[in-house]
């Protein structure tokens, strides 16, 4: 386990991935991105789990990259510093793939990497003093780990552009209001609203809340035809699930589901 991230498994089906080197701003180091992998395939793995939240400690997200440890890394070999881009780029396709819903709740800044860790969450809640910025030109890099593949998709290219070329810092109520996050509650009220929704997640259908998770993605670069064939695949898969008799049999009951994510 890396020492910049705790993973703690709660009772209720709640997995919490909590970036904790508060000192350093939660700087993500190297060694972060491979923990983070390895605790959403153990998550992914573990029928306990019904959902994910990522935060950070000391009120604080993530600022990014840690750039000494960054300059340090130059002067390793190409083939390691190959394999360590190749562990981070895994990470972040991890969150796509992992089979649990993932809420990023942002009670501070999200800066360049850190803010690419909450868009690749499936929903973002931020407190309302969080900030949110790509200021990745200012060391002379352009947005990656996904950066220039959310930021367009959620805000549009002009916004998008703004933000990559400028770096400038994106208040958490713009950002709700441009469609970057989900919503922006004030700073007393994040716990319990992300609590709330992390109940909501874990008590739902799981494998149809990632259903329609991917069916939303894919819905970017698809045809109509292409489309209507996944959307059908994946209800003809739903179809034989486990929530989905739930469901249906406590609509009929008039009564609430008890979905068990099967």
């Known amino acids: ?26 700087a993500v180091m190297p060694d972060d991105w491979r923990a983070l992998e390895d605790r959403l395939d153990e998550g992914a793995a573990d029928a306990r789990v019904r959902v994910f939240v990522l935060t950070g400690a000391g009120g604080l997200f993530s600022a990014g990259g840690d750039l ?35 809420i ?7 800066i360049g990497a850190g803010l690419v860790l909450a868009l690749a969450c499936d929903l973002r809640v931020a407190a309302e003093s969080a900030r949110f910025s790509a200021p990745f030109l200012r060391v002379g890099m352009q947005p990656d780990f996904g950066g220039a593949y959310f930021l367009p998709r959620l805000v549009g290219t002009a916004r998008a552009m703004g933000l990559a070329l400028l770096g400038d810092k994106l ?55 292409t489309q209507l064939d996944l959307e059908r695949d994946l209800q003809r898969e739903l179809g034989y699930s486990a929530d989905y008799r739930e469901g249906v049999a406590a609509f009929l009951a008039k009564r609430p589901p008890r979905f068990t994510g099967k």
């Open 104 to 110: 990023a709740a942002v009670p501070g800044p999200a």
């Open 1 to 26: 386990m890396s020492a910049g991230l705790r993973y703690d498994l709660r009772d209720d089906g709640i997995a919490v991935l909590t970036l904790d080197r508060p000192d350093k701003r939660n």
């Open 171 to 225: 208040p958490a109520q713009q950002a709700a209001d441009w469609g970057l996050i989900w919503k922006c509650v004030d700073d007393a009220d994040l716990a319990p609203t992300v609590e709330g929704l992390l109940a909501q997640l874990a008590q739902g259908p799981t494998r149809g809340l990632v259903a329609t998770r991917r069916a939303l993605h894919a819905g970017y670069a698809a045809t109509l035809e």
């Open 68 to 102: 000494k440890t960054m300059g340090e890394r130059l002067e390793q070999s190409p083939v390691r510093r190959s394999r360590e881009m190749l562990r981070m780029t895994r990470a972040i396709q991890r969150f796509r793939d992992t089979p649990k819903p993932i």
